[in-house]
């Protein structure tokens, strides 16, 4: 135990105050006496969700042509605490969403956006006494400096966030660590739309033999562009079934993605190299005739690697 620890507990040992700490900084929804919220100026402090690019709506969008703005959400740490612990929000929780412009330019930017000023604040608050809707919206300029009335109830904020958020009526499904916490806790609200599987949850699935192709035709129908249906991605999941030693989980996606993608030289390379690698060298000879087949004039890097294989399993 190191001596500060002795220290205190002989502090309250004796009936003696703690060395004293400067006052906390205030970590709920601070109203004035005519009902306006206090700017939350603190809330730098609080605990960071999640940061999304292009996601700001009505106001703070961003102009049509101009780069997309950045918005990142704090909650109270109490809060989130609360909510790791249980899947919900307490009463008084409140939330800032910072909303920033975006550059891609300056410095070693290349292809990436970095944010500049703040356009605006949005904040809400939990209060089911307060609000008759059980939630308050509120707006802040970005002094931050004066206090803000809530908005009316008919307000397109509570249509949105009461008809597609996915825990109470938070975007809980954009805040990756805790969308987690609210699928455990099962707090995720009935009718939410959903959001298509992960890298992360296809591997999970794989894992726990569900029915791959059900799993990637159902993501498909619903998310033609979802990440997990797309080659690069499902790739990158079978190797990294390999690393972890999963070689027939491994085998099965291969095989999968090349059902999938049958004119992927670089799907029937990596099915090629799997099967070699697991010794099945007829299947692995014929997986590499089919990459040969398909390989297009500027996919250099693939045709050696397929001629390599090719020429070393020749019978
Ligand atoms: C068209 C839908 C839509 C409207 C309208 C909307 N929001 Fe949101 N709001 C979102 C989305 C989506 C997020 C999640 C942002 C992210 O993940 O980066 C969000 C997040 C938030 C959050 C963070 C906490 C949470 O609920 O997840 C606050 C606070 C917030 N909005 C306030 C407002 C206020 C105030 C208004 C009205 C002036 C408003 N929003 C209008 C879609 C909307």
Redesign the pocket.
């Known amino acids: 135990m190191t001596k500060p620890a002795l220290l205190a507990i002989a502090a309250y040992g004796c009936g003696v105050a703690p060395v004293s700490h400067p006052a906390p900084a205030p970590e709920a929804a601070q109203f004035a006496a005519d009902g306006k919220l206090q700017p939350p100026a603190d809330y730098r402090h609080w605990t960071f969700l ?3 690019l292009g ?1 700001t ?2 106001p703070l969008a961003a102009a049509p042509g101009s780069a997309p703005n950045f ?1 990142s ?1 704090f909650v109270d740490p109490r809060s989130y605490d609360r909510f790791v612990a249980t899947g919900a929000w307490r009463e008084g929780a409140i ?3 910072e909303v920033r412009a975006s550059e891609h330019t300056g410095s070693i930017v290349h292809g990436g956006n970095y944010q500049r000023d703040a356009t605006g604040f ?3 608050v939990k209060d089911t006494q307060r609000f008759a809707k059980g939630w308050g ?3 802040f300029d970005t002094s931050l400096a004066t206090p803000a009335a809530v ?1 009316p109830p008919t ?3 509570y249509d ?2 009461g008809k ?2 996915a825990v109470e ?3 809980t499904q ?1 805040y990756p660590t805790l969308f987690a916490v609210a699928k455990a806790k099962h707090t995720v609200r009935a009718d939410f739309v959903g959001i298509p599987p992960s890298t992360g949850d296809l591997v999970a699935a794989i894992l726990a033999h569900d029915d791959l192709t059900a799993l990637l035709e159902r993501t498909a129908a619903t998310w033609p562009e979802a990440g997990i249906v797309r080659e690069p991605a499902l790739n990158a999941v079978g190797y990294q079934l390999l690393a972890a030693h999963h070689g027939d989980e491994a085998l099965a996606l291969f095989r999968e993605i090349t059902q999938r993608f049958p004119d992927s030289a670089n799907a029937w390379d990596s099915l090629g190299e799997t099967l070699e690698a697991a010794h099945q060298l007829d299947a692995a000879r014929e997986a590499t005739q089919r990459g040969l087949a398909v390989v297009k004039p500027e996919q250099a890097a693939i045709a050696a690697s397929l001629n390599a294989r090719a020429a070393r399993l020749a019978p």
């Open positions: 999640t940061s999304g996601m709506y009505g918005d959400v939330f800032v969403v949005e904040v809400a919206y509120f707006s908005h307000d397109a904020c949105c966030h597609n958020a009526n938070t975007f954009f």
